[in-house]
């Protein structure tokens, strides 16, 4: 069983930076962190597999970065540069299967962190 605790979101201007925390607790081969905005679809960020590999959607890349801790078993997303587009509900997701992961089928998922940009 796996589980997800989001944190560390908030209000900030633009141009500002936050970082998220994912507590994972079990195993999982992959994290990885979504977005979604009112009236918007759900949006993968970034993810980073147990190797350390990661990827990122375009619209973040060189603003984003997704790094984990093994000590503590947590994910994070730094972001900075933020803009009001950035504004969503933040989630994790993670699975501990390979193929899962490569299909973006995550089965576990967190309650969220809301991100506000405000101009």
């Known amino acids: 069983q796996v589980t997800l605790v989001e944190s560390g979101g908030g209000s900030v201007q633009a141009g500002g930076s936050l970082r998220l925390s994912c507590a994972v607790s079990g195993w999982t081969f992959c994290v990885a962190w979504f977005r979604q905005a009112p009236g918007k679809e759900r949006e993968g960020v970034a993810h980073?597999?147990?190797?350390?590999?990661?990827r990122y959607a375009d619209s973040v890349k060189g603003r984003f970065t997704i790094s984990k801790d093994n000590a503590d078993n947590t994910v994070y997303l730094q972001m900075n540069n933020l803009t009001p587009g950035d504004t969503a509900m933040y989630y994790c997701a993670a699975d501990p299967l390979r193929t899962r992961c490569q299909r973006g089928d995550y089965r576990y998922w967190g309650q969220g962190t809301q991100v506000t940009l405000s101009s």
């Open positions: 980073i597999l147990n190797d350390g590999n990661t």
